[in-house]
């Protein structure tokens, strides 16, 4: 395997997912075709429950099927996202329009983490991973804020428009990941090609014994997930609804994407202090849960600069946190497994997104957007403390 040419196309891979100009202005774009914030917080939570109920089958599909072929229906499905997203006359084209979009996002998740590691332990190089996973985190957030950048024409060009880029964009990837090698680390990656019918079903019966086998003897590997999955869930929020903030504060709504340029930025400068730190996680993990509970609480001022402070700190956290943990159980995961064990931190992530997002936007709707960035600042804050206990007692012990 070129282990530098296969990075290069995955690297390509990632700019061209990661560069959703729609993300900045979707939900203005729900609420000019007549939505309300709270069906705006219900449309997220399909988003979620869907991601949640899917988030680790797809991954067993990419450890069973082969990550290359995931990832390719990963933008056949983006593809469809996008398209339903474009309908009218009926709101349950939007909500099949997240319903594949999560789905989309499900088959890539856990799926490329794992291509590009199992790709690095093949070349026998796997202890790059955490600066070659890095590097993917900050092409990811770069292309996000240019995308960002691009919000006040995707706002002149409208929703359909938009749409139909990001319908492009998705092909992209397809045709990216198409030259892709698929690694093989281990005999049963070498023997996907090989199964029938009936071996697949008891290969799948297998992977889930063995995959529930592992999380129920690695507690302390579920722990970290879950910890990443709490920085991650106020990180989506905030640019969720700071878009309906700004415009309460005064900014113009055509120019919504541009100060909100910095918070992907602040996230790639956490990725990039992450990949030189080796300090312990579980004082790093507390760390940024402090962090990153006053920064969303900071959201909430009406003042455009605190605001955006606010969002930069948990972002900041959010990618630290992000690169240390998937290093850190990238180690403890085996080669068979990855894919799947990968896809259950974020499916932790969708399980506390399926509460937060409906819950938020009716807050939002009743009582303001500060006001609901208040209480996920506190209730993080809360959950750092009572975890920082727990640590405590536990190494007291």
């Known amino acids: 395997m070129n282990i530098e040419r296969q990075t290069v196309r995955m690297y390509l891979y990632e700019a061209a997912l ?65 398209v339903f997203m474009t309908l009218e006359g009926f709101s349950g084209f939007v909500y099949c329009g997240m319903i594949f979009s999560a789905l989309s996002l499900n088959m890539a998740s856990g799926t490329e983490e794992a291509l590009v590691y199992d790709s690095l332990l093949e070349a026998g190089c796997e202890a790059r991973y955490k600066k070659v996973w890095a590097s993917f985190s900050m092409i990811a957030r770069v292309s996000s804020t240019f995308s960002c950048a691009l919000s006040p024409a995707a706002i002149l060009i409208g929703y359909r428009y938009t749409y139909y880029i990001m319908a492009g964009l998705y092909l992209f990837t397809i045709l990216c990941v198409s030259g892709v090698r698929e690694p093989q680390v281990t005999q049963k990656q070498r023997m996907r090609g090989n199964q029938i019918g009936s071996e697949i079903g008891r290969r799948w019966r297998q992977h ?24 991650a869930c106020p990180c989506y929020l905030i640019m969720m609804y700071l878009q309906e903030h700004l415009v309460d504060c005064g900014w113009p709504k055509s120019l919504i994407g541009i100060p909100m340029l910095m918070i992907p930025l602040a996230g790639a400068v956490g990725t990039r202090i992450a990949a030189g730190n080796e300090k312990g996680l579980a004082k790093a993990l507390l760390v940024c849960g402090v962090i990153s509970g006053i920064g ?3 959201v909430g001022n009406r003042m455009l600069v605190v605001a955006l402070l606010g969002a930069c700190l948990a972002r900041a956290c959010e990618g630290f946190s992000e690169i240390r943990v998937s290093e850190n159980v990238n180690r403890d995961f085996t080669s068979d497994h990855r894919a799947t064990l990968v896809s259950v931190d974020s499916m932790l992530y969708s399980v506390l997104m399926v509460a937060a997002s409906p819950a938020t936007g009716v807050l939002g709707d009743r009582y303001g957007v500060n006001v609901t960035f208040y209480l996920l600042g506190g209730i993080l804050l809360l959950a750092t403390v009572i975890a920082g206990g727990v640590w405590n007692r536990r190494r007291a012990q």
Request: net charge positive; aromatic share 8%.
């Open 296 to 298: 969303t609480c900071l």
């Open 208 to 231: 889930i014994k063995e995959t529930g086998a592992f999380l129920r003897n690695n507690p302390r590997t579920m722990c970290k997930l879950l910890a990443n999955a709490a920085l």
């Open 18 to 82: 990661a560069f959703r100009m729609v993300d900045a202005v979707w939900v203005i774009f729900l609420l000019e075709r007549g939505y309300s914030l709270a069906q705006v917080g219900i449309a997220e939570g399909i988003y979620h429950v869907t991601s949640m109920l899917f988030e680790v089958p797809s991954g067993m599909a990419a450890d069973l099927f082969g990550r290359k072929r995931t990832l390719q229906l990963s933008g056949v499905l983006g593809i469809c996202s996008a």
